[in-house]
């Protein structure tokens, strides 16, 4: 009972702290109230297009709103950037300037590896089983052979990451996303994901191995560690940004339709989902290099047309 409530009051003090990772990760693009490739519309992100949203071809395309509550999630969106601009910006720049990128790196897989009960347990949960016993084989690997998780011994023998959350689980059974929700301090999520997070916090082993001071003090850790990573994408995104909220409501929205498509059973779980090498976007607890993949044919071109 003790650990139980240890556990409920840790979570609401991580929201604190991981939240902030809300304003960093974006996705360049024009859109407005579509998300291409995807279906998204309506209350429900990651669901089919309602009936009669994409028009014939002599007609104009008719989606509907996927930000009923923009006012709000624009001021929500405008302190949360402030936030990193003025806080994590400059506590990255200087965590980047004095560690080296292996260190870095090392001390992300470390994160990563501690949050394979969670990936399990949703992997079970979306009756994936072998991806389960990926998870599993993984964590004992790397945190034998990986010194605790530093090293990823576990993907060079061909045993991929396989991260699933509580929100990925839920749109799998069918639970709608509803809509679009930018909450200070967290940044873009919706009613499902933030219900996800919440329980996915009821699983996070940080309490059962460091103190409550010390467990605060290595998320907040984890989370300028990963900040890092995106400071000068991040940084040109904003510049290339039209309207850099449209920017990260498409990302994210993109993201979760993406995840949700490709966690269902079934021969069409791939087709649906935007072709691509990389499985994640916007959350830090996935690879820093998954967040970026959004950029990098938008880089590409930019280099491209410079020659």
């Known amino acids: 009972m003790i650990k139980a409530l240890q556990g409920l009051r840790l979570v609401f003090g991580l929201l604190l702290v991981l939240g902030l990772s809300g304003c960093v990760s974006t996705r360049s693009t024009t859109a407005d109230t579509t998300v291409a490739g995807t279906g998204v519309g309506g209350q429900d992100v990651d669901g ?109 023998l061909g045993f991929p990451a396989k991260p699933e959350d509580l929100g990925q689980t839920l749109g799998v059974w069918g639970v709608p996303s509803g809509p679009y929700l930018v909450l200070p301090f967290w940044g873009p999520s919706s009613p499902r994901d933030l219900a996800g997070r919440i329980g996915d916090g009821f699983a996070n082993i940080y309490p059962y191995v460091f103190e409550k001071e010390a467990s605060y003090a290595f998320t907040a850790a984890g989370l300028i560690n990963e900040r890092a990573f995106l400071l000068d994408t991040v940084r ?62 938008d880089e590409e071109e930019t280099t491209d047309e410079s020659e």
């Open 48 to 156: 089919p297009s309602p009936e009669g949203s994409v028009a014939s071809a002599d007609t104009a395309v008719q989606a509907p709103n996927v930000d009923p509550w923009e006012p709000f999630n624009r001021k929500m969106f405008a302190f949360n950037d402030a936030v990193d601009t003025w806080v994590l910006v400059p506590l990255a720049s200087a965590w980047d300037l004095f560690l080296p990128d292996p260190v870095q790196r090392g001390f992300s897989r470390f994160r990563e590896n501690l949050a394979s009960p969670i990936d399990f347990a949703n992997n079970l949960l979306q009756g994936k089983g072998e991806a389960a016993l990926v998870v599993m084989g993984r964590f004992v690997l790397n945190s034998t052979a990986g010194l605790g998780g530093v090293l990823d011994p576990a993907s060079e």
């Open 236 to 297: 040109n995104v904003k510049a290339a940004s039209l309207d850099y909220y449209i920017a990260l409501r498409s990302a994210y929205l993109e993201r979760r339709s993406m995840q949700i498509k490709d966690s269902r059973p079934g021969p069409e779980s791939r087709s649906v989902a935007p072709a691509t090498d990389e499985d994640d976007l916007y959350f830090f607890e996935d690879e820093d290099e998954d967040d970026l993949y959004f950029f990098e044919e």
